[in-house]
C-alpha cells in the first residue's frame, strides 16, 4: 500500500506520505480539555508513579493477542495483532508510553 486518500481530497504520492497520514489517523491528539472522569483519574494516578507499574512485554503481547472484534478506537483485533507482529518493540513502547504519560485516545465514534 503506497497510496491512500486524505481527508483533504488529496492522495498521498509515496511511502512516506502514505505511514505519515497512517499515523496522523491512528494516533489522536491528546486534548486534556475534554477528558472523562476515567481519563483524568489515570493522569492523577500517572503523577503518584507508586500506584503503577510498567507493562511487561509479555502483557503487552497477551492482550493485543486477546482482542476480538473492533475496538473502540475503530480498529480491529486482527489489525492491533498483525502490527504487533511486524513492530513488537514499537508496540510495547507505545503502551509504555500511554501507561507513563497518562495519553489514552477518546472513544472513536462514527458518524451519523
Known amino acids: 500500500m503506497t497510496t491512500l486518500l486524505i481527508p483533504d481530497g488529496v492522495y498521498t504520492s509515496n511511502l512516506n506520505e502514505t505511514s505519515q497520514a497512517t499515523l496522523n489517523h491512528l494516533i ?10 476515567y481519563h483524568k483519574r489515570i ?9 503503577m507499574t510498567d507493562f511487561t512485554p509479555a502483557e503487552v503481547k497477551n492482550a493485543i493477542e486477546d482482542l476480538k472484534g473492533t475496538r473502540e478506537d475503530g ?3 486482527v489489525i492491533y495483532q498483525r502490527v504487533y507482529k511486524l513492530f513488537p518493540t514499537l508496540t510495547y ?3 509504555g508510553e500511554c501507561l ?3 495519553c489514552f485516545p477518546k472513544r472513536w465514534e462514527k458518524s451519523k
Do not use: C
Open 28 to 37: 489522536t491528539i491528546d486534548d486534556q480539555t475534554d477528558d472523562t472522569e
Open 43 to 51: 493522569r492523577k494516578q500517572i503523577k503518584e508513579p507508586k500506584q
Open 75 to 77: 480498529i480491529t483485533g
Open 93 to 95: 513502547t507505545i503502551y
Open 100 to 102: 507513563r504519560t497518562g
